[in-house]
């Protein structure tokens, strides 16, 4: 009976300590994004180096705490969670080392900028500072820029990672003068005298020197305008492997573009079916002309959209593939997207509030109609599911309430589950018509054509220019539309990869979706809620979890969801 019962005993202690190291991983998670934040609420500027240090101590100490966890001991959603959040932290501390050597290369350029970042931080805690030394030290900051702006313009040696690094550390500075000058203008009078005019040429000098740094960018080999309007920078291969690898996606970029064309060659079959079907033959542009031309007058598109939303959600409720819970589909509202945004954005986009691309009365009329011809009801039909349920809306909802520590972002995973519920519709038959099926072919189309132009653009291929005539050409967008694109691909606040990611996400749901659903091991609602419930993860963690992946500490990206 004693030795039963220290048996007992000893696997009591056992499950303890694994509900301990488990809650420890969790609560690491909690704790990291809530000091994060309190710290990026403390250090505010941009590039400082106080800001740069204090994070690189932040995310140090944190890989410590971490690797004291045992990791054979965790469950496997525990282990998912260390493996993640150990590569997070990794990269952040290579991103911050990175922009350390960049500083440092830079910092003759910034003469004095740490009489700058000196008197902000004596600012956050209210102390006192002597105005008449600042306007001084301001006066002479400023005057040295001016030269420095003299060297600048004449200066070759600066690459374009350098040259986005010093636009970032002036526009720092800048906020950092306008933190000081907020605090203690009007406040304190020795400032109040003393101040107005020197904040007032150092701010004007400062942005005109941003602005010399944001030129140097668009002069650079690479980031010269081709005509299009549209100035990015390609980052070449070695980096766009590196990005492939941190997103878990173990192929070249060579490979994700002969996959493109695999899906293309697909598509073209498809549209050539659906065209012949409307009596246009192989002519299938003539075919989407019609479809295009079948958009809803000004004022109509919200209706329209609610057609096609309800259609959408009784589609998903009759073929019971996902539970949409009450509250989500309550509480999912419109608005109208303003014309500026639809420069970057020229269709519908959606998650809990979904925004509307359609004319409004101040544009030219050309735009007009190459507004709505390219939000016509067909191709909207194609996406509704996209962007409302069970895609973005419900990601969004989800997120919110199940394993909120969880804050591994990434597009392969935001896009791809998005994306898969298109291609998934498709296999049931979700398109009524031929010119349905042409409406979720051109998005099909437009998914391929973004890997093949944004990463050939990134391989330093193409230009922005052939990216929108391949648009244009081979996919049939609106040449207006084709430009928005391309000018969001690559505006610079947007992953390299995000474009990829799209189809390449939803390829590697569909993969698994065979393993499990198609096997018989899962139902489609089984599967699509159990995804829903892991919060954002890469696919191929999804899989480790669902089919019971063996993991080591030091995980490496290997599945190969795709034949070529």
Known sequence: MKRITGIITGLLMIAGSVIAQE?????????????????????????????????????????????????????????????LFSRQLADRVRSLNEEAAQYQQLQAWFPEAEKIYEAEKLRRRGTKQDAQAMA???????????????????????????????AGITKGLQEALASIHAFYNGYDPLYTWWMPSPYKQLDSVLKTYVALWDQKVKT???????????????????????????????????????????????????????????????DWHKAMEKVKNTYVPAGDQPEAIM??????????????????????????????????????????????????????????????????????????RATVHHELFAGHALQEFMTNRYKTYRRFETPFWIEGWALYWEMLLWDMKFPQSPEDRIGMLFWRMHRCARIIFSLNYHLGKWTPQQCIDFLVDRVGHERANAIGEVRRSFKGDYSPLYQVAYMIGGLQFMALKKELVDSGKMTCQQYHDAIMKENMLPVEMIRALLTHQPLSKDFKTAWRFYKL
Not at 40 to 48: K, P
Not at 72 to 79: G, P, Y
Not at 156 to 162: M, Q, V
Not at 253 to 277: G, R
């Open 220 to 282: 650079l080999p690479g980031g010269k305008d081709d005509g299009s309007g549209i100035v990015g920078h390609p980052i070449g291969r070695e980096e766009l492997i590196r990005q492939l690898q941190a997103e878990m996606i173990p192929y070249s970029p060579e490979e994700l573009i002969e996959i493109a064309n695999k899906e293309f060659a697909f598509c073209d079959a498809e549209m050539l079916k659906a065209s012949k079907e409307m009596g246009f033959g192989a």
């Open 23 to 83: 809650k420890d991983i969790t609560e690491l998670l909690i704790h990291y994004d809530a000091d994060k934040g309190s710290l990026y609420r403390f250090y505010t500027i941009d590039n400082s180096p106080e800001r740069r240090e204090r994070m690189l101590t932040f995310n140090k100490d944190y890989q410590q705490q971490l690797q004291k966890v045992d990791f054979n001991s965790l469950s496997a959603e525990a282990k998912v969670d260390y493996i």
């Open 307 to 380: 057609k096609l939303y309800n259609e959408s959600v009784g589609f998903l409720k009759e073929h019971r593939l996902i539970t949409i819970p009450p509250l989500a589909e309550e509480t999912w509202r419109m608005i109208m997207m303003t014309p500026e945004r639809q420069l970057v954005n020229p269709f519908f986009t959606g998650g809990e509030e979904l925004s509307i691309s359609y004319p409004t009365n101040d544009m030219e009329e050309a735009d007009k109609l190459m507004s709505m011809r390219g939000n016509n009801p067909h191709f909207s």
């Open 136 to 166: 001084a030290t301001f006066r002479r900051i400023s005057m040295a820029i001016l030269e420095k702006e003299k060297q600048l313009t004449e200066n070759t040696d600066l690459n374009i990672y350098l040259l986005r690094r010093g």
